[in-house]
C-alpha cells in the first residue's frame, strides 16, 4: 500500500512563501503516475491545486494559483514538490498530496479521480 508523507505547512504572513513536501514510501515508483497537491478550508470542498504526469512532465494549475505555486519532482529526495509564493488569506486550508494509479484516467485536478492521499498539512495565511 503506498503511503504518502506530506509536511512543510505553517503559519505565514499575505505575500509569503511556503514549501510543501510530498514523501512516498520507499519502493514506490513514480512511472506513469498523475500525482497532484489539493487542498481544503473548512466548510468547503476539497479542490485540486496543482498535478504533475511524471511520465510526460505535464503540468496544470488551478486559476486560483497560475502563477504563484509551482508544483515539481525532487528527484534527489524522492519528493513531490509544491512551492507557494504570494500566499494570500484566501489559500489557507489543510493541502493534501495525491497520487493515481498508473494507467487510470481522469481529470487531473478532480479528487475523486486519486487512489492514495497523505494526512495533510495545514497552511494559514493571516496578518
Known sequence: ??????SGGGSVQPGGSLRLSCLASSGY?????????????PGNEREGVAAFFTESG???YADTVKGRFTISRDNAK??????MNSLKP????MYYCAARTP???????SPIDYDYWGQGTQVTVSS
Do not use: C, H, I
Open 1 to 6: 500500500q503506498l503511503k504518502l508523507v506530506e
Open 29 to 41: 515508483s513514480y512511472n506513469r503516475r498523475w500525482m497532484a497537491w489539493f487542498r481544503q478550508a
Open 58 to 60: 505535464s503540468l496544470v
Open 78 to 83: 524522492n519528493t513531490l514538490d509544491l512551492q
Open 90 to 93: 484566501e489559500d489557507t486550508a
Open 103 to 109: 494507467g487510470n484516467t481522469g481529470r487531473p485536478l
